[in-house]
T-cell receptor, first 112, second 114 residues
């Protein structure tokens, strides 16, 4: 079982829909990261959070430390949001504590 | 550009070749990383360098040899690779301080071993 689990693995939405991607983790963490990867490979860091909620434009990320769960929400989705969204955590579980452990990613396709 | 530059973007090499991947950042970060992304698998950590010192080697085969001459540059030297080493290799950097680490990723090198 992966230490970081994401759901769903694949998601197709219509333009304008509200989208939620979920992430659960089983290790102690210092921070949780949401990343976006477009075709071609480059990764962009969307959020880093250790508690509560963050908002950037149409993107909202929340985390519940007690439940070891985070969600990424996209409001008014657009085809340009189509990408792979990756949840990752950093924490004090041995070795370099600043290394990322990744979920398997959620492939989002937003259709016009 | 994200501030982390990787070269080359694409590389095709034979199993007997020796090549190097380069990563450069001028963000003032003090930690650099190599990650590997194979098809249909999560990103995997390969190496971590904090303040130019290697602090993590995630059981990577010796045919991959990292080098960090200074806090701005990171190399991955490749020799006698196998076809299963074909993957996207991503470099990242971060500022290590106080427990919160903001990461910046490069665009990756798409490696094909033939």
């Amino acid at each position: 079982k992966n230490e970081v689990e994401q759901s769903p693995q694949n998601l197709t939405a219509q333009e304008g829909e509200f989208i939620t991607i979920n992430c659960s983790y089983s290790v102690g963490i210092s921070a949780l990261h949401w990343l976006q990867q477009h075709p071609g490979g480059g990764i962009v860091s969307l959020f880093m959070l250790s508690s509560g909620k963050k908002k950037h434009g149409r993107l909202i990320a929340t985390i519940n430390i007690q439940e070891k769960h985070s969600s990424l929400h996209i409001t008014a989705s657009h085809p340009r949001d189509s990408a792979v969204y990756i949840c990752a955590v950093t924490g004090g579980y041995g070795g370099a504590t600043n290394k990322l452990i990744f979920g398997t990613g959620t492939l989002l396709a937003v259709q016009p | 550009e994200t501030g982390v530059t990787q070269t080359p973007r694409h590389l095709v090499m034979g199993m007997t070749n020796k090549k190097s991947l380069k990563c450069e950042q001028h963000l003032g970060h003090n930690a650099m990383y190599w990650y590997k992304q194979s098809a249909k698998k999560p990103l995997e950590l390969m190496f971590v360098y904090n303040f130019k010192e290697q602090t993590e080697n995630n059981s990577v085969p010796s045919r991959f040899s990292p080098e960090c001459p200074n806090s701005s540059h990171l190399f991955l030297h490749l020799h006698t690779l196998q076809p299963e080493d074909s993957a996207l290799y991503l470099c990242a950097s971060s500022q290590v301080s106080g427990g919160n680490y903001g990461y910046t990723f490069g665009s990756g090198t798409r490696l094909t071993v033939v």
